[in-house]
């Protein structure tokens, strides 16, 4: 028996996150190009490819900066409610994942430019792609249960855990 | 040899330190003799398994101990015995499982007659609310405590006015009658245990958790704290009496309501 | 049931070899080293170095409660820091190291016959992280406030609170610090052992001809691999719960009088999270331990192991159950009591498999030739000390009979002989049996059986009569016995006889740290082969194995790990690596 309080205080969803999600959809797309061309062995394309997949991870990043930003200066903290700490650990965490990505592919893009074996260029090229599509997925889930479907997933959850 | 040896004594051993032992749970005194009828049976059935396997061992090492031009047999494997082997240990887990799950629905399904008593925890003592002449608890809110209101009743539903409030006291309880108890903590986890009781549940701040019993027995019992509360845990003792009706008759009329608690203090802060 | 694969066909080798990193210095080569048996030798020392530690924390603990009032030092907080440093080192730095970075490192790549484990530098890699790990979790035993006494399970929301010592001081933070490094380090080793094991296997090398040891190594793994996380995350949480004031285990409270800024989070989501960890990690011990032991018995007993492909099946089934059935540590945790009725039968039929393991052991033994070597008589007394404490394990997880034996002495004395001497009884037999091939020498074999009456027969001394304390309710995580009704004058004196116990028990131990020192000189020279065993880590060229493992060629594999006492076969074992077949071979397929 959870009593009854109302401490879990959705906060509202910067609509900045929307244009985030569809950086990051080219992104993987990009990726994707890139996997494709590195079966086929064109190298400018897989070159093309990871750059501009680099670019697009790297704005996501910043936009869930600034949505960041807008929160708090809205004054929605990390501390203010679990729904915040959440909100804010959530999107802290994919960061992270993309932060880390971005190492991986940096380390891919210099091997496209000087000239890595083939077979190699494109195992990475396709790991790569792999771990773009996999965040992407996370991201989508993510951004889904903030957007609306947290508030009714937690009810759900915190009826049966309690 | 000797290794056989003593793998017989320690069966030997461990069934004659069940029986003999003066170590054993204390005499009941609620209605929980279902669970430790379940206990018995879970007794039987492992201990005849554990001695089993044991003396099997023991007898394996004492036949088959390496002598000068032994050969061990070889047979890979024989699905004949493990299947069987299989539905024997099946059948012994679900002879465990049923009546365990029977005693677990009479223990979450509170009779409809039983009267509800609240148990506080805090750092490090227990206090209690019994419902008033409304038979109902006035509902409460951690954010509501403080020194005057120690368990955090909420003043304005009228149900919780004329609540008994024991305040870091002792519990009275009358004999033969189902009780609820309605466990709930300001701070921390704490656990209401009364081992004559059988019965006991963690506390959760922040949330309301139950177990139900009936006391069968007169007697002053002690309550301890069964869940890790900080350094004073085991220092968290608490008494529970149960008394015949007239006994705690008496003794309720002695106690406070949380109306009468807290009228000097409303008093106080009008100026 | 019969191989229709002719023994000695081998199919083509299907990986490269690998290129191995040649140390170029006695730094690279002792310290910084890639090859996993450095690095085996590197965590297995560090566990144990750490384990004395948590040793000797017992001895304290056990002091205050065999004799109460006589030890001044040993104040409530003291004991609750002891308590908790103790339960955490034992099960996470301690046994889950050293099954998994310890025996795992130097058995899997040598088992399946592969030259080293196949991200050797990611290997290394783990092991620093891993001592980092230890250290910051050291380091709070000299911070300001001491270390956390918050209990091994650092239930919320007392863990990050000031009754509890190390709550709001550094003890608490170290502890989620260590533990986030641990995983972290522990992720990479573990990535390791599954890709090595999925991937590094020599010709030949099935996966139904893997030795069992690899089985268990390798499911605990996974099941690591899965179950950690989720305490990563809970490890995150309550550090920004406790540095960063978020609420995500912290309801309303009101602690000492005062309101906290705290409000909203639940502490119940804290231990769902940490036994979604806790219960498989019961598993990652056991599970190394249940694959150690079957080879330990089938080697000496000079038998196959009975029943092997259900063996590698009760690995795997018991590694899948194991994720539903957490919450029977939470029966009483005042969850939704429906929970209850799933919880207990999942964990019943956990039992099964299990049984079926013990069935498989004995059934080993049955029509063997038992050698009564010291790695026998360990594997002996494991199968007593696991089938016991298995057995407690059905009281406890019969929902209703937990109830009154939950947070009692009961549990205490139910995972200490499951989880705590079962395990280690199997370390010490697996010490005993490959440490002539670490060090080319046999350990001492009368200080060996000393050291294995004492442990086995205290231990059980200790642990068995402490159930029945359980049953009369004394509760867990007491460090003052006194003024209690249940507690009588008998039960005093018990708690005397375990203390007295324990020190005796602990005492065995330092006799063997003794021998395992003394032996690297002065033990008798053990030869490649001395227990005359089929797996390949045996049939090294070297002994022991230089870096990369074998020879110049790797060793190809005709057959199972268990041909011992072949009929018609020359000798009573014919290893791994021998082509050719004897009689119709009756290895399962
Ligand atoms: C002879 C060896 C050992 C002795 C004498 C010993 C003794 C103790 C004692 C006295 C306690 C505290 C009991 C209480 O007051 O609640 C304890 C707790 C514990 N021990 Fe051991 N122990 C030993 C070995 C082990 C091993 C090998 C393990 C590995 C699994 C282990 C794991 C634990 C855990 C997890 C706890 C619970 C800590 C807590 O309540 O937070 N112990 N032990
Ligand atoms: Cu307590
Ligand atoms: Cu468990």
């Known amino acids: ?162 | 040899m000797a290794v056989a040896l003593v793998l017989v004594l320690i069966v030997v051993g461990s069934v004659l330190f069940h029986f003999l032992s003066p170590w054993w749970w204390t005499p009941i005194a609620s209605n929980w003799d279902y669970i430790d009828n379940t206990i018995i049976i879970t007794f039987w059935i492992t201990g005849v398994v554990f001695a089993a396997v044991v003396l099997f061992m023991a007898y394996c090492v004492f036949r088959f101990r390496h002598r000068e031009g032994n050969q061990a047999a070889y047979e890979p494997e024989n699905r004949r015995l493990e299947s069987w082997l299989t539905v024997v240990t099946a059948v012994g887990v679900t002879a465990l499982l049923v009546p365990g799950l029977f005693v677990w629905s009479r223990f979450v399904n509170v009779p409809s007659d039983a009267t509800e008593v609240e148990v506080v925890g805090q750092q490090w003592q227990w206090s209690f609310r019994l419902p008033g002449k409304d038979g109902k608890l006035g509902t409460s809110d951690t954010r509501d405590v403080n020194a005057e209101n120690p368990l955090g009743v909420i003043a304005a539903d009228a149900n919780g006015q004329d609540d008994v409030v024991v305040e870091a006291a002792d519990l009275h309880l009358p004999v033969g009658k189902p009780v609820k108890m309605l466990l709930r903590s300001i701070d921390v986890l704490h656990d209401f245990y009364v081992p004559e009781f059988r019965a006991k549940m963690d506390m959760i701040p922040g949330s309301v958790t139950y177990f139900w019993f009936t006391p069968t027995k007169t007697g002053t019992f002690q309550v301890l704290c069964a869940e890790l509360c900080g350094q004073g845990h085991p220092m968290m003792h608490g008494v529970v009496m149960v008394d015949t009706q007239e006994d705690y008759l008496a003794w309720l009329g002695q106690q406070q309501t949380f109306a009468q608690l807290s009228a000097p203090q409303q008093m106080g802060s009008a100026e | 049931m019969v191989d229709i694969t002719p023994a000695d066909a081998v199919p083509p080798a299907e990986v490269a070899e690998m290129e191995l990193y040649h140390p170029h210095s006695w730094w690279t080569k002792y310290v910084f080293s890639q090859d996993a048996k450095v690095i085996a030798i590197q965590y297995s020392a560090t566990a144990t170095a750490i384990g004395m530690v948590a040793l000797v924390l017992s001895w304290l603990m056990r002091l205050q409660l065999g004799f109460p009032g006589t030890f001044d030092f040993i104040t409530p907080e003291a004991y609750y820091q002891f308590i908790t440093m103790h339960g955490m080192i034992m099960v996470i730095y301690l046994l889950t190291a050293l099954f998994l970075g310890g025996f795992g490192n130097y058995l899997i790549p040598l088992m399946v016959g592969a030259r080293d484990m196949v991200f050797p530098y990611v290997n290394m890699l783990s092991y620093w992280i891993y001592l980092l790990a230890v250290l910051v979790l050291v380091s709070s035993f000299f911070a300001p406030g001491g270390p956390t006494g918050a209990g091994w399970t650092l239930y919320p929301p007392q863990a990050i609170m000031t009754g509890t010592p190390g709550g709001q001081d550094w003890g608490i933070i170290l502890m989620l610090v260590s533990l986030i490094l641990f995983i972290i380090g522990f992720t990479m080793g573990g990535l390791n052992y599954v890709v090595t094991v999925l991937q590094g296997r020599t010709r030949g090398m099935t996966l139904m001809r893997l030795p069992l040891t690899v089985w268990g190594i390798f499911t605990a793994t996974v099941m690591a691999l899965l179950a950690f996380p989720a305490l990563f995350v809970a490890c995150v949480m309550m550090l920004l719960d406790r540095a960063l004031g978020t609420s995500f285990f912290m309801p309303a409270i009101v602690e000492m009088g005062e309101q906290l800024q705290h409000g909203g989070g639940s502490p119940i989501l804290f231990q769902h999270l940490f036994w979604f960890f806790g219960h498989p990690e019961v598993y990652i011990v056991a599970l190394p331990a249940f694959g150690i032991v079957s080879d330990l018995i089938s080697t000496h007993a000079r038998k196959n192991i009975f029943g092997y492909r259900m063996m590698v099946w009760a690995i795997v089934g018991i590694g899948a159950l194991s994720f539903v059935v957490w919450a029977h540590h939470m029966y009483v945790s005042g969850m939704h009591p429906y929970f209850g009725f799933f919880f207990a039968t999942t964990t019943l039929i956990i039992a099964v498999p299990t049984a079926i393991k013990v069935y498989n052991w004995v059934l080993t033994l049955w029509r063997g030739d038992i050698h009564l070597t010291i790695p026998m008589l360990f594997a002996l007394a494991f199968i007593v000390t696991f089938v016991n404490g298995g057995l407690t394990g059905l009281f406890l997880g019969n929902v209703v009979v937990d109830v009154p034996l939950s947070d009692t002495m009961f549990v205490v004395a139910h995972f200490h002989m499951v989880m705590g001497v079962a395990p280690i009884i199997v370390i010490f037999g697996a010490i005993y049996h490959w440490y002539p091939k670490v060090t080319g020498r046999m350990l001492n074999e009368t200080l060996g059986r000393f050291h294995f009456w004492v442990t086995f027969l205290g231990a059980y001394l200790i642990f068995f009569p402490m159930h029945y304390l359980g049953l009369m309710g004394v509760p867990r995580r007491y460090n003052e016995l006194t003024d209690m009704t249940v507690m009588t004058e008998s039960a005093h004196h018990l708690n005397s006889f375990i203390s007295i116990m324990a020190f005796i028990v602990g005492f065995a131990q330092i006799v063997f740290l003794f021998n395992l020192i003394w032996s690297i000189r002065h033990g008798r020279e053990a030869g490649g082969n001395p227990w005359r065993a089929t797996t390949l880590e045996w049939q090294t060229a070297e002994t022991p194995p230089g870096h990369g493992n074998f020879g110049k060629d790797l060793p190809i594999v005709y057959r199972w790990a268990y041909d011992y006492s072949v009929p018609g076969a020359k000798e009573d074992f014919i290893p791994q690596n021998v082509p050719g077949s004897f009689g119709p071979s009756r290895e399962p397929a």
């Not at chain 1, 900066?65 to 929605?76: C, I, N």
């Not at chain 1, 260029?121 to 790569?128: A, F, H, Q, Y």
Request: hydrophobic residues 55%.
């Open chain 1, 1 to 162: 028996m959870r009593m009854a309080l109302s401490d879990w205080q959705p906060l509202p969803i910067p609509p900045l996150l929307w244009l985030n999600t569809g950086v990051l959809v080219l992104s993987s797309i990009a990726m994707q190009c890139a996997s494709l061309a590195a079966r086929k062995g064109q190298v400018d394309m897989v070159r093309l490819g990871l750059a501009s997949a680099g670019l697009t991870a790297l704005a996501f990043l910043v936009g869930q900066l600034m949505a960041w930003r807008e929160l708090s200066a809205d004054g929605y903290f990390l501390a203010s409610n679990p729904a915040n700490s959440f909100f804010y650990l959530l999107t802290g965490m994919h960061g992270l994942h993309i932060l880390g990505g971005l190492v991986g592919l940096g380390r891919t893009t210099v091997g496209a430019w000087n000239g890595a074996r083939p077979q190699r260029l494109r195992l990475s090229v396709e790991l790569c792609a792999m771990y773009w599509h996999f965040l992407l997925f996370v991201w989508l889930a993510i951004f889904a249960l903030l957007a609306g479907w947290a508030s009714t997933l937690i009810d759900i959850c915190r009826g049966l855990l309690t």
